[in-house]
């Protein structure tokens, strides 16, 4: 028998119930599970998950595990203490739900003796390490789905102009893939930063076309001076001021912000966090540590955690070719 911690980090995303009960159903491991992320493991008392719960729980999109944004992991002091409590508790390895901060938190306490694996949550899906983060395929339908109902009101009511804000601080998957899976005419991504005008003389294309209207999809980190700040929504306000006064319409606003974090998980969230949680399994009862678990080809694999955090996870080419020609990026 092995025994585990297990814990959530960062911003939360939807799926991961259905790694933990996978995880949960090996017999070999022995489960700690703590709320609140790497402060949790100093903070809180860890508790012991229900199986029961946990079979009814892969629908949900409330985790069994509360995730925090933590301090400890950035000071010499905290990994201390983290490392000092888990082994206390005669913890062999720390098993982490988390994005690109969390598994850099990760590897240094791996290298600090603190065995560790990592499971990408994160619904920007950025993680060069995985082709699909958990939580990802969760955030898009919520925005396909708001594009869905805009060009609805678009069509009830032609001639306007609709600006919908999805997540995305510094990477523009949801919004790209919104985008296009939604039919919307622009997308502002912080990889592509567009001229205004040629996105305002989209506009007008549009607008001129019968029972014409335009949906442009912004992502929120979209690189406007003095607009945006992590952990914040409202960079499309002030691109929507800058489009009123170029094209004389008003602009009707939608801001998503956090509904996209906890929906009900897809069934394609649910099936990648059942393949990764196997894989990380075996990872772990064969004595791996400083690992990602991803995906690759369809295939969940590992890979060290150092080469995973490499770089940062590009817009796919294909899809971004195809919003060129679709004349959403200028």
Known sequence: MKRIAIIASGGDAAGINSAIAQIAQREELDILAFHGGYDGI???SPFA?????????VSSGKNLLRSARSRSPWTPAGRHAIRSRLRSLDVQTLLVFGGGGSSQAALLLDREGLPTVVLPMSIDNDIAGTEFTIGFDSALAVATNAL???????????????LLEVFGAD??????????????HAVLLPEYPQDMG?????????????QGYALVVCAEGYPMENAFLAGTQGV???????????????IRHTVLGFCQRAPSPSVKDRLLAIALGQK???????????????????????CELNKALSGKRQLDPHLVSAARHLHMIN
């Open 42 to 44: 100093i903070e809180q």
């Open 49 to 57: 998950l229900s199986l029961a719960e946990m079979g009814s729980s």
């Open 148 to 162: 869905d109902q805009l060009h609805n009101t678009a069509r009830n009511m032609e001639g306007r102009v609709f």
């Open 171 to 184: 990477a523009g998957h949801i919004a790209l893939g919104s985008a296009l899976a939604g039919g919307a």
């Open 198 to 210: 040629g996105l305002c003389n989209r506009i007008r294309q549009c607008l001129a076309a019968p």
């Open 236 to 250: 499309s306000i002030k691109i929507g001021k800058i489009i009123e006064e170029n094209i004389g319409f008003k």
């Open 280 to 302: 990380a399994a075996d990872v772990i009862l064969a004595g791996g540590h400083g690992m990602l678990i991803g995906i690759l080809n369809g295939q969940a694999v590992s």
